[in-house]
């Protein structure tokens, strides 16, 4: 390839490679994505330039400082992000070493490699829509790169081929067995928690979550779903206070309690675990298929991923936790480390004129409701005894604050207490019919052990100051909280928010059925479709044999379209393809004359057959008086059929002239 011919044939190949990488800024050092786009434009501007390549030991050379580099930056270069990276430096420094067509191909072939990788960060709709166009770019560069079309002629037979490939696509991947876990689940390269929870509980650690209204989980009912103040998503259980935060130290070592009461509601998740744990309906029933339950009631991950998983649960929503305490952990739960003085002197003050253990709580609650205590977004920075500032001075706190309060006095009090994190409340998507919950919803409340019950009791003393916030949400009760339109401020246009609840319930869909299409729900439609109780060789069978009748569709139109064709046209069609083997490409409005001349190339034996076969065609086709003979059409065509540049034609020179 030379000139002019190289460009319009490999200039798209660098063009499809750029937008195929394109998504892959977004997930990778910002360097890497510079360097592999510099690469291929410099590579572009050599060849427009018609400059020699250099050589191949320095493109050796230069590959080792990049790597070095990789390697510093991400510590690995196998994994997502490392992976992803070296593919994409290779690409780049593989458009160095092309010099001939099969190189061109194989660095197409790489592309194809490549635009797989951005699904491993991402599988919105978003993301596959960049997907079909990366393959559309791609499928496009290698039409052109074959050279046998123009482009416009070329974009026509891609968009052709992809759409009679979509049949087979999705049959293959509504039958093909199913992997045990998420197709593209594979680990990040930091641990980060993906909710944002942290390991512990202090002043500001929720608060500053609120802001932040990235989904975390959605919630789909299959019944009515309980009422909104029970919309209680336990993730993670805090049994110490070191005076300043609540840790996890782990008092009870077995791992379940009896819940008693409540309302039972059976309910399906969609979560990407953080750090193994998963959220669930406060009190959860019998622990879910590839998850395992720690003390409190926690759930988590048998093996820790950050692929999203779906799993079904039972709870009972306001029920109680019956769990006895021996003496040990009795004096665990109401263990406090020195200081918080006055706290101490107004938890025994209030326990003086309480009767039980639950009349108590119900005082302490109503005085944060009394004593003016304000729930706010940004309190005043709490140091060295926050209790006793909170209480006494600041009384303006979020959730964090109250529920670390309420614990305190609980336990300066003889109760034991501890601390639960998760989410409260949600918000529901009427198109989509399902619930949606997000970091703005972290939460923190309190469960206290009373002795009349042998249970611990759900006590969220936010309610006592801002009931709005559990019956509303955050966004009711915090203005500051409310979702706001970019750069503009002020509440989005309820259009806006009309879109958004599509655009979220589609999101749903297809995480739903095309991201989350695991084998459970593989095996689900296969009994539907009474292909088999389980997904087996038989049913795999037979799925295929069903698919097969739409797969086969698209072909017979194909070939009912070229069966409606006159033989005159299908012989045109055919010298054409013949003529585009040995590089000689014509348009569909030239003449005869003018492919003839496009022919000059043609060896001279050739270049007569094909005179020959055009003369004939011309009489054929515009100088015969009346309609020519269809014995003299089909003479013609099968000498077409026998017309093979390169190769010695056996047969004689066409009849049916004149």
Known sequence: MTGGDALRRVLPVLAALAVTAAPLALHLPGWVAALSAAMLLARGVLLWQQRQLPPRWLVALAVVVPLVLLWLTLRTLVGREGGSALLLLLVGFKAFETFSLRDWRVLLALGFFLAATPLLFDQSPLAAAWLVQSLLCLTWAMAALNGRQPLLASLR?????????????????????????????????????????????????????????EPVFTAVFAGPPPPRRDFYWRVMLFDRFDGSRWLNAGALTEPRGQTRGGIPVSYTLTVVPDKGRVPVLDLPGGVAEGLTERAGMVWQQARASDARIRFRADSRAGALLVEPLDAMQHAFYRFLPAGNERALALAASIRARSRDDEAYIRAVLEHFRLESFRYTLSPPPLSGAIVDQFLFETRQGFCEHYASALAFLARAAGIPSRVV??????????????????SSDAH??????????????????????SPDRIERGVEQAVPAARTAMPMLGGRPPEWMLALRQHW?????????????????????????????????????????????????????????????????????????????????VIAPSDTPAEVLLRAASLAEAEHGQLAALLEAYACLRYRTSGEASPEAVRCWLRAVRCFRPGRAMNGKTPAGRG
Request: charged fraction near 15%; hydrophobic fraction near 50%.
């Open 444 to 465: 923190a409340w309190v469960e206290v052990w009373l002795a009349s019950r042998q249970a611990w009791w759900r006590v969220d003393p936010t309610a006592a100051v």
């Open 504 to 584: 979220l319930a589609a999101n749903f869909a297809w995480q739903q059925w095309v991201v989350g299409y695991d084998a459970g729900r593989q095996r689900s439609l296969f009994r539907s479709l009474g292909l088999g109780q389980e997904v087996d060789v038989p049913a795999v069978l037979k799925g295929l044999l069903a698919g097969a009748v739409l797969m086969v569709m698209p072909f017979l139109w194909w070939w009912r379209q070229q069966a409606k064709r006159e033989p005159l046209q299908q012989g045109w069609l055919l010298l054409g393809r013949r003529l585009r083997r040995v590089e000689v």
């Open 421 to 438: 994190v998760g989410y409260q409340g949600g918000e529901y998507n009427s198109a989509g019919e399902f619930w949606q919950i997000r």
């Open 157 to 213: 037979t891609t968009l052709q081929a992809l759409l009679f490939s979509l049949p087979l696509m999705l049959v293959l991947f509504v039958v093909m067995p199913r992997l045990p876990g998420p197709l593209w689940g594979m680990p990040a390269a930091d641990e980060s928690a993906n909710s944002g929870l942290a390991e512990d509980m202090a002043p500001g650690s929720i608060s500053q979550l609120i802001l932040n209204h």
